[in-house]
């Protein structure tokens, strides 16, 4: 077995995505198979004809799949129509080529929500303020029926993988004074939790990268959300949290002025250390998964720019 950590591994070989979706599914067009990206749990393919497979990284991940599945049904039900998400259609079965189920959903149309213009930024930012308080406003038992669960603060594969990241962010001094900064801020604070949040418990997606958050780039106006493989029962203000690091303190502000919810005494607190601590770990992160990708690990660094920002007054609900 390779010694290499689980996310340094290769995605699944373009080959064998292909193989396995032509003994699964005669129909689909796999020629010109292209490879859409890969996490921690999935890796990620588009088919020609607009199909979009993801096959599980290890076996645990399988069971993510109906979770998944049950979640996207629960929140197509209360998002606007105009709102994708995606609708598995297709389910591939373990075979030769691949150990694993694996699903097919079409593809959603849309860019990244960070590189929207400018000048429609505050279309993007209602559109996501309301898109959050729909998700938020999901009853806790709703959410439970589908199999979502909250967060284990305690568990040791957490734990692990918080060490893992504070090593690789006391390697980050050097890039800029910024940096510097913030990397000494998170060796002096990451452990040091604010004000625990008070509930109660809301559905959030828990990982709001924009790159999951899709938009029409000629009106702003939200698409799509994708990847719901880490939601989670837990603190709203999680949610907030990429939106500071992709596009700033104003823009999150702009996304609060939306949010139908009302906030907690402790919700400004709380972001700011989210957006702190997870600014830094993903710039890490982006180091050390792809240290020659200069433009990924630009756009962290401008994340942490953002995230420790003069912030003295946090975006208002």
Known sequence: MSSLPLHLHPPLALATATVAIRACFTQVRTEG?????????????????????????????????????RLHDLVARVLPSSVAVPAVELEGQPGSAFLYRFTGYRYIRGVAADTVGVSL??????????????????????????????????DPARQRWLDDRLTAASALRGIDAVVDRAADWVRDNARLAPTAFPGPLRLIHDDLAPEHLLVDPETGDLVGILDWSD???????????????????????????????????GFRERLRFMARVLSVLWLAEAREWTPGAVDDIARHVRWVHNAFADDSAPPAG
Request: aromatic share 10%; hydrophobic share 40%; proline share 5%.
């Open 231 to 265: 939601a989670t029962l837990g603190d709203p203000a999680r949610d907030f949290a990429p939106l500071v690091a992709w596009h700033g303190w104003s823009f999150a502000g702009d996304v609060l002025r939306h949010y139908p919810h009302r906030i907690d005494q």
């Open 33 to 69: 198979l292209t490879h859409l990206g890969s996490g921690w749990d999935f890796d990620a393919f588009l088919t020609t004809d607009g199909w979009v497979f993801r096959f599980p990284r290890r076996g645990e991940c399988v069971a993510t799949l109906d979770t998944e599945r």
């Open 121 to 154: 930024l505050s279309v993007t930012a209602g559109a996501i303020g309301k898109a959050l308080g729909t998700i938020h406003g999901i009853p806790e038992s709703d959410a439970r029926a589908a199999g979502v669960r909250e967060i284990d603060m305690d």
